[in-house]
């Protein structure tokens, strides 16, 4: 089942704060954020896996509450790069499918 | 440069004909995805492959197939196009099928059926 990404699109002024909300309704092992520019490919911001391991190489910060199954990209003082579509992807706890479940994206659009 | 590449960066095609789109993965990752983006819509998944073997399907039509090949490239086989097949395809490659790892995407391929 497809998380729900919260909200589906927010306006900010450079160096203010965002939250980008991900939910699912299922026991979740993983939970991945992308950024996506306008056509360009999706690019890898951090992996959240349950036990509270993380993996990412950008200096953003995220959260996973196993006990709601949601997940919480934050994005301080952010720039005028931050722009762009963001992603989550989710994989199930004992889910033998193969394959992330994607969120609808988050827009994301930052003003000078 | 992501590392896993692309070909070709844009095709534009008939209604009716078939086209292969190819990917190389970045170099040690075992996993290959294919993706469907239509205009500023979400990520379709198609088909997972690791290691040559197919792990996973989505809602990928009958005219469509993949494969991965044993230097781990795969290909994209779209047969009998439809204006609505027009769209980017992405690919995507990552260490193994643990979902443990992040993917790392290709620049994609715009594909216009005319």
């Known amino acids: 089942q497809q998380p729900v990404q919260s909200p589906q699109a927010v306006i900010l002024r450079e160096g203010e704060d965002a939250v980008i909300n991900c939910s699912s309704s299922k026991a979740l092992y993983s939970v991945h954020w992308y950024r996506q520019k306008h056509g360009e490919a999706p690019v890898f911001l951090m992996i959240l896996l349950k036990g509270g391991e993380q993996k990412g190489h950008e200096k953003i910060s995220a959260s996973f509450n196993e006990k709601k199954q949601q997940s919480s990209l934050y994005l301080t003082a952010s720039q005028l790069s931050y722009s762009g579509t963001y992603f989550c992807?989710?994989?199930?706890?004992?889910?033998?499918?193969?394959?992330?479940?994607w969120g609808a994206g988050t827009k994301l659009i930052i003003k000078p | 440069d992501s590392g896993v590449t692309q070909t070709p960066k844009h095709l534009i095609t008939a209604t009716g004909q078939r086209v292969t789109l190819r990917c190389s993965p970045r170099s040690g990752d075992l996993s290959v995805y294919w993706y469907q983006q239509s205009l500023d819509q979400g990520l379709q998944f198609l088909i997972h492959y690791y290691n040559g073997e197919e792990r996973a399907k989505g809602n990928i039509l009958e005219r469509f197939s993949a494969q991965q090949f044993p230097d781990l490239h795969s290909e994209l086989n779209l047969s009998s196009l439809e204006l609505g097949d027009s769209a980017l395809y992405f690919c995507?490659?990552?260490?193994?099928?643990?979902?443990?790892?992040?993917?790392?995407f290709g620049s994609g391929t715009r594909l216009t059926v005319v």
């Open positions: 992807g989710t994989h199930g706890m004992g889910d033998s499918n193969y394959q992330l479940i």
């Open positions: 995507a490659s990552s260490v193994d099928s643990s979902m443990s790892y992040g993917y790392t």
